[in-house]
């Protein structure tokens, strides 16, 4: 009876042996078989993006080459398209926001820039000898880009597996790859593109983080109660990026099953930037709706009397620029940007690099010119629609006082700086309308 109870016992003992075993084998084939269809997900991005700087670079330089303006037209909407994909299929590598930071804005601007002049030449006008000058700086950076770019081609080709090297040190070693080109000597140019002084970033010192230094635990702990009630439903430690700014990194894990990616500084604790692409294909909230929802969201951050200045609409995203205002003065410089999907009113983007650089206190007299000084001193073919006071970014990391004069003339929308102080007429801005949103030059 004892020998049956013990064969029992052990053909039980290898029966279960083999079930786990099953199981082990089953599930090393599903963990590899995800793996596989990660890696395939990547490696497609990467490629796409390396085929479309490819283009681009080829498009731009077709752009030099040709005196045709049906041609131009067609080049420059093939590079305002080109940038757009390049973009997103960037977005979807895992690579840390600010590794690809540069990179980004530079795709980001040169496809508005060539948007813009696409529809300056569809209504009539020439390309101007200064963007002439600037599409050939563009070209360069490209090249120089391409070529990097396809350099790391050359190293992902061989046996490279990317989700595998994704997984090394913080960033990873195929992060690193993409900061070290980056890195490189690509000289982006800077563009003025989108709403009012929404690039005014160049090589400053740091004016706008708190003195208070934050664990990569307490950034964490801060960043699930800034998202808390929203589509995150948990926050993972990615690593620390040492850079203009030290930040830490985190994966955002979302209800939809996707995966954002967020920067929290490590000095003062700021919500830097938060990236989450998807494609938005309905609009059901209106672009007042979305400005609420941004300005709500900088409230949620912590960001205090952040106002709505600007707003465009790009492929149904709706992008807000929030500048912070006090004593019913806007301050340009202090910019924060808010992508959110005009179908649900989700966030899918954060940037406030630009805040984070300038916000500080300031101490600015009442003008020393009335506002019907300021007005008089605007051409008499604009017809003036609104004043306002404003705090602009000039050349040499300059702040200016100004009167903002909303203006227009014929059918055209114009922004007109007046210096508070002196009454010099400091900048003048024109707003070009387009079926995707308004734009600044």
Request: charged share 20%; with cysteine.
């Amino acid at each position: 009876m004892k020998m049956r109870i013990n064969r029992t016992l052990f053909l039980l003992m290898s029966l279960a042996i083999v079930v786990l075993s099953v199981i082990a084998v089953s599930n090393i084939i599903r963990r590899n078989t995800l793996a596989t269809s990660l890696e395939n997900v990547y490696e497609q991005n990467f490629y796409d993006v390396v085929s479309n700087v490819n283009d681009l670079e080829v498009k731009l330089s077709k752009l030099t080459a040709t005196n045709s303006d049906t041609i131009k037209s067609r080049l420059l909407i093939e590079i305002w398209n080109q940038c757009n994909f390049t973009t997103n299929s960037l977005s979807a590598l895992p690579i840390s926001h600010q590794t690809v930071a540069d990179t980004s804005a530079f795709l980001n601007k040169l496809g508005a820039f060539a948007y813009i002049n696409a529809i300056n030449l569809s209504n009539g006008e020439d390309i101007t000898s200064e963007n002439t000058t600037q599409f050939n700086t563009l070209h360069t950076s490209c090249v120089t880009l391409q070529k990097d770019i396809n350099d790391l081609s050359e190293v992902i080709s061989g046996n490279y597996n990317i989700v595998n090297n994704a997984k090394k040190n913080n960033l990873g070693d195929f992060s690193s790859n993409f900061s070290s080109m980056q890195k490189n000597s690509v000289n982006y140019p800077s563009l003025i593109y989108d709403g009012p002084f929404s690039d005014s970033v160049i090589n400053k010192e740091i004016k706008g983080l708190p003195d208070n230094i934050l664990t990569a635990e307490e950034a964490k702990s801060l960043l699930e109660e800034k998202t808390k009630d929203t589509r995150i439903t948990k926050v993972v430690y990615n690593g620390k990026t040492e850079g203009k700014f030290t930040t830490y990194d985190f994966n955002l894990k979302l209800n939809t099953g996707h995966t954002a990616y967020a920067q929290v500084t490590e000095k003062g604790g700021l919500v830097l930037t938060i990236s989450n692409y998807r494609a938005v294909d309905t609009i059901t909230k209106t672009e007042d709706e979305c400005i609420i929802i941004a300005e709500d969201f900088a409230t949620k951050f912590g960001f205090e009397n952040m106002k709505s200045v600007w707003v465009m609409q790009n492929n149904n995203i709706a992008y807000v620029n929030l500048v912070y205002t006090e004593n019913d003065v806007i301050y340009y410089p202090d910019l924060i940007v808010v992508k959110i999907a005009m179908d649900t009113g989700e966030m899918l983007g954060w940037e406030a690099m630009s805040y984070a650089y300038n916000h500080t206190g300031r101490i600015y007299s009442e003008p020393e010119i009335t506002e019907l000084q300021a007005k008089s001193s605007v051409s008499p073919l604009l017809t003036i629609d609104n004043v306002r006071l404003a705090v602009i970014p000039k050349e040499y990391l300059k702040e200016v006082f100004t009167y903002e004069i909303a203006c227009s003339k014929d059918g055209l929308s114009y922004f007109v700086y007046v210096n508070a102080i002196t009454g010099v007429e400091e900048e003048v801005l024109r707003v070009v309308d387009t079926n995707q949103g308004s734009l600044v030059q």
